[in-house]
């Protein structure tokens, strides 16, 4: 018995790109053809793609309207979205739509107009995000604004090995 579709479906997978396409609405991607790579992208019966990552960097996009359903066209199991790429467009907020993909684990946003420090704030809703980018927008002039850097990490990392103890493993006195 073969296992259904939404379990092959993986970050491995290719992306659907359509990075440099000059696309103005994302309904554009209804009729645009995404980018192709080395590797085919794989299908569902229905034809859509069972990829977990959507590209649209280097575009001219500057809303989100309609992303849920135009994705939901896209893709077969567009509740596994676990990338996203959306820099280098013309957004000024981060459009409240993306909180509603909770495998959401890559989310690129550098290389837009984000004004305000605040809209980043509707993230912390997505349990998964591990990978966020914002640099070359508008909101690294803000106070309170700082972005992190490789170095930063290694020095949390090392603090955090000299200061977090691991727990005492304490055996029970009736057990002996």
Known sequence: MSKPDYMNTSVQEPPLDYSFRSIHVIQDLTSEEPRTGLRP???????????QSLWLNNN????LRDFSHVVSLLLEHP?????????????????????????????YLHGNSI??????????????????????????????????????HASAEVWKRMNIKPKKVRIKQNAL
Do not use: C, M
């Open 41 to 51: 992208i794989r299908h569902s019966k229905s034809g859509k793609s069972l990829t």
């Open 60 to 63: 001219v996009l500057n809303d």
């Open 79 to 107: 509740e596994n979205l676990a990338w996203i790429d959306l820099s280098f467009n013309d957004l000024t907020s981060i459009d409240p739509v993306l909180t509603t993909f909770f495998n959401l684990s890559v989310l």
């Open 115 to 152: 004004q305000r420090l605040g809209e980043v704030n509707k993230l912390a809703v997505l349990p998964r995000l591990r990978s966020l980018t914002l640099h070359g927008n508008p909101i690294e002039e803000e106070k309170g604004y700082s972005g992190v850097t490789k170095a930063d």
